[in-house]
């Protein structure tokens, strides 16, 4: 295949692979043949009442107000077809039937690469959906896990969550742990639901002065050298899709 070597704007060479052409011997028409186009996908999930209404409290939008600025900041790429995100509750990347119908659809291909930010119970929920997709041969690029809660037995009982701790696999694990000066409401509620304490394993993990709903505020605000959750995943995705 022929390829011919990019320059994006950060400076970094990349081999672009085009699509060529194959000819029979007794076949003189050109056939092209279809080369994949990188498209990044990113699952935003969402925590008890974020989607729905979660006893009677909700729906929230927590986790969707950091996709919709995150969108805004990746609006040419996705006009460009090469970026799509799409907003899950936990409750819909529960098991094997659920993943297949909520997220496998939005996958175009196997080697496409994948971007989970998931907020209280849909943290722990995406951490297990990047170990079984990576189990069935899909790459998670970045798994982004903000303030999760599902260590406690009561809130395993009476919500659609697995019953195990995460494994997760990926390439590249951000954990952020919400440690309010002002605990509000949101706080209480994640600390009956016993958020996972994790003191291993993320390349990423930090504690931030912010409370259990405020999901955008974890994602957008500087983390590591001035930068932000958000910061880091768009320079991950446009070097992929460069």
């Not at 998931?118 to 998670?140: D, K, P, Q, T």
């Not at 590249?172 to 994790?198: C, L, M, T």
Request: glycine share 8%.
């Amino acid at each position: 295949m022929a390829a011919e070597t990019v320059t994006c704007a950060k400076g970094n060479a990349y081999k672009l692979h085009k699509e060529h052409t194959l000819t029979d011997k007794k076949d003189v028409s050109a056939k092209p043949v279809p080369v994949e186009s990188t498209k990044a996908i990113v699952l935003f999930i969402g925590g008890a009442g974020d989607k729905e209404s979660y006893y009677f409290s909700g729906p929230f939008e927590n986790v969707s107000d950091a996709k919709t600025v995150f969108d805004k900041r990746n609006d040419a790429l996705e006009k460009a077809g090469k970026y799509k995100s799409k907003w899950l509750g936990y409750n819909e990347v529960r098991g094997k039937k659920d993943i297949q119908k909520n997220v496998l659809s939005l996958i175009p291909y196997k080697s496409c690469p994948i971007f989970i930010v998931g907020h209280s119970l849909g943290g722990w929920n995406g951490a297990h959906l990047s170990s079984v997709m990576s189990g069935w041969g899909y790459e998670i690029k970045m798994l982004v896990t903000l303030d999760p809660v599902g260590e406690g037995t009561l809130v395993w009982l009476g919500s659609d969550i697995y019953g195990d701790k995460p494994t997760p696999v990926a390439n590249y694990w951000i954990n952020i742990k919400a440690v309010p000066s002002r605990p509000d409401q949101s706080d209480s509620v994640a600390d009956f639901g016993e958020k996972w304490q994790i003191n291993s394993g993320p390349d990423i993990n930090v504690n931030m002065n912010t409370n259990h709903a405020n999901a955008s505020a974890m994602f957008l605000s500087p983390i590591a050298q001035g930068r932000s959750v958000s910061d880091l995943m768009y320079d991950a995705i446009n070097k992929e899709t460069c």
